[in-house]
T-cell receptor
Framework: GESVGLHLPTLSVQEGDNSIINCAYS??????FIWYKQESGKGPQFIID?????DKRQGQRVTVLLNKTVKHLSLQIAATQPGDSAVYFC??????????FGIGTKLQVIP | DTEVTQTPKHLVMGMTNKKSLKCEQH?????MYWYKQKAKKPPELMFV???????INESVPSRFSPECPNSSLLNLHLHALQPEDSALYLC??????????????FGDGTRLSIL
């Protein structure tokens, strides 16, 4: 299930299940969106991106959905694995090179 | 291994010290970034360099001074920092100005502690 702690929302999923991580963005002028994965002690790692002229994009085991009407972005991870445990950030670009990160969601995979 | 290299990995300094953080990339990227990240928080943009010129300064205090000596290197000079400046400092790079946004490649950061 999903819980919102004092600082970081956490999503716990069983290994092998699908995960859905949600993100609300604030700038209706944003035209480029990215999902990053950040493991403990590491910098953010690019997962997948999507431009505002699309509403869905698929990668290897990941899918990003964009709903511009409600300013909502989601990341779907198929067949979640222990190695997927990390903090996931959505990021939006509304202007030249200026990237704003969402608050992040911690994904915990239960073996 | 990340393609953006940051040194040092850890830094402890007093409030009166002067130190520098370094970042290097050899991907031919022309935009480089500094971010600050506090624990359990998202990265916050500090500076952007585009083609070796400062293009964005997010109202960062002057005790942080960025420098871009060439297209592969980015420094962050630190002086008279405060305890609240303790954080993870991340460097990133991207291809540069182009049509729409581009993904950024991040280093693993320098963990800075101010005594």
């Amino acid at each position: 299930g999903e819980s919102v702690g004092l600082h970081l929302p956490t999503l716990s999923v069983q290994e092998g299940d699908n995960s859905i991580i949600n993100c609300a963005y604030s700038n209706s002028a944003s035209d480029y969106f990215i999902w990053y994965k950040q493991e403990s002690g590491k910098g953010p790692q690019f997962i997948i991106d999507i431009r505002s002229n699309m509403d869905k994009r698929q990668g290897q085991r990941v899918t990003v959905l964009l709903n511009k009407t409600v300013k909502h972005l989601s990341l779907q991870i198929a067949a979640t694995q222990p190695g997927d445990s990390a903090v996931y950030f959505c990021a939006e670009t509304g202007g030249y090179q200026k990237v704003t990160f969402g608050i992040g969601t911690k994904l915990q995979v239960i073996p | 291994d990340t393609e953006v290299t940051q040194t040092p990995k850890h830094l402890v300094m007093g409030m009166t010290n002067k130190k520098s953080l370094k970042c290097e990339q050899h991907m031919g990227h022309r935009a480089m970034y500094w971010y600050k990240q506090k624990a359990k928080k998202p990265p916050e943009l500090m500076f952007v360099y585009s083609y070796e010129k400062l293009s964005i300064n997010e109202s960062v205090p002057s005790r942080f001074s960025p420098e871009c000596p060439n297209s592969s290197l980015l420094n962050l000079h630190l002086h008279a920092l405060q305890p609240e400046d303790s954080a993870l400092y991340l460097c990133a790079s991207s291809q540069g100005q182009g049509e729409g946004g581009q993904p950024q490649h991040f280093g693993d950061g320098t963990r800075l502690s101010i005594l």
